[in-house]
């Protein structure tokens, strides 16, 4: 009861009361005005009447303005309740505006009467326990019958010493009980609880995005760069023109890889805008055949095939799908490096999707991707289909309502994926 907490609890209930005195104010100048024009602090009954009016004064006030975000501030700096039981931000439901209501209209109400006792109860506790030591107080009459001074010489510090623990038990009793209320009226509605979970999903979208982001553009430069590298090493003195080409290729991606960083970074960072000279996503219209030369100059031979449908130009996909078609084959890509052996032989076209039988079918754009094996003697890693690459480019194609498969077909190993081209946002 008069630990640190119970104090701080105690500091609490005397904010409460300072915050009444407004209120207070407002409501015994008209309980004065409608008793006659008196002053209703002279009069005791008149001051609880002023009391009683200025709580429904502070409940209506209460349901408008930020009272909650307020209350839960002190109640977690002073109270110590867990954050997490609590609410954040401004309530907006009438509900939670409701409770936050009652909250403030407690806490006041409380406070005020615990301000008054630790105003007026250590004075007069004093004066009954100084009433034996000092002998002119014998002669001062207290009045309210057992409180008179010649009710004996010893009575009268007893009861100042019941005062103070009185006073000790009602403010650690206050600020218990507005601790142990205080999740249940300042806690988090179920509308708060959805709009965090919301928040939260939010969030861990944004962070998957760029998990995937950071993976396909970073992890598939390096296993280039790394197999150009070696490519170049090993035909250093027999093919120079070679050497050459795969050099140029290692400065391309690197380059490339730098941009699509700058930008992926500029996301991170909380509220920073687009930058105009960002890099631009990559998209299978502008970036595919730079993509599958850059691969080509590891020394990997990628035979590819292009069916862009109707159109006759990936530039009439929608952006997303080919910014998200790009991803993927470039993650396929990867793949072939990093575990595969051979030839890498890749389809990309667009073809009518199932339909419901009536009325134009629609567009899907499919991307089949099939390659040896690595043999077991051979300095590969070893092939899974639940890496992160493979998890990303699946969400990639989950977002747009598609699919990717990854696994062995036969005696290769094929990466396929579908995505369905119903919309043209771009």
């Not at 004065?32 to 209703?40: D, E, I, P």
């Amino acid at each position: 009861m008069l630990g640190t907490r119970a104090r701080w609890r105690w500091v609490h209930l005397i904010l409460g009361g300072a915050l009444l005195m407004p209120y207070f104010l407002l409501a015994q100048v008209v309980v004065g005005v409608v008793a006659g024009g008196v002053n209703a602090l002279d009069s005791a009954p008149l001051s609880f009447l002023a009391y009683a009016a200025s709580l429904p004064l502070v409940a209506v006030t209460a349901l408008f303005g930020p009272v909650r975000p307020m209350s839960v501030a002190a109640v977690r700096a002073v109270c110590d309740v867990p954050g997490e039981r609590l609410a954040d931000g401004p309530a907006k439901s009438w509900a939670a505006r409701g409770r936050a209501s009652a909250w403030w209209t407690l806490h006041l109400g409380t406070g005020a009467l615990i301000s008054g006792m630790a105003l007026a109860v250590p004075p007069m506790a004093v004066l009954l326990i100084a009433v034996p030591i000092v002998g002119g107080l014998e002669d001062v009459r207290l009045g309210y019958g057992w409180f008179a001074t010649d009710a004996g010489p010893y009575v009268a510090p007893l009861l100042g010493i019941g005062l103070l623990a009185g006073l000790v038990l009602c403010a650690a009793g206050a600020g218990r009980l507005l601790a142990r209320l205080a999740p249940v009226l300042l806690g988090p509605t179920a509308a708060d609880r959805l709009a965090a979970a919301e928040e939260r999903a939010a969030d861990l979208a944004v962070r998957n995005r760029l998990a995937r982001e950071l993976h396909d553009a970073v992890g598939h430069a390096l296993s280039a760069v790394t197999l150009q590298a070696v490519a170049a090493r090993r035909m250093l003195e027999r093919d120079p023109a070679f050497v050459r080409e795969a050099l140029t290729a290692i400065e391309d991606t690197t380059r490339r890889t730098v941009g699509e960083l700058d930008a992926v970074l500029g996301l991170l960072r909380d509220g920073d805008p687009a930058r105009p000279d960002a890099a631009p996503a990559p998209t299978l219209a502008a970036d595919l055949d730079g993509l599958l030369a850059r691969t080509r100059a590891a020394g990997t031979t990628v035979t590819a095939r292009q069916d862009p449908g109707p159109a006759g130009d990936w530039a009439a996909l929608p952006a997303i799908a080919s910014r998200e078609a790009y991803r993927i084959v470039q993650e396929g890509l990867s793949n072939a490096l990093r575990h595969g052996a051979g030839p890498v032989d890749l389809r990309i076209r667009v073809q009518a999707g199932p339909g419901p039988g009536t009325g134009p079918a629609p567009r899907e754009l499919e991307i089949t991707m099939t390659n040896p094996p690595a043999a077991p003697d051979e300095d590969r890693e070893p092939r899974t289909t639940g890496g992160r690459g493979l998890r990303g480019s699946a969400e990639r194609a989950a977002l747009l309502g598609g699919s990717v498969e990854a696994g062995p077909h036969g005696d290769r190993w094929r990466l396929r994926a579908v995505l369905p081209l119903a919309g043209d946002d771009r």
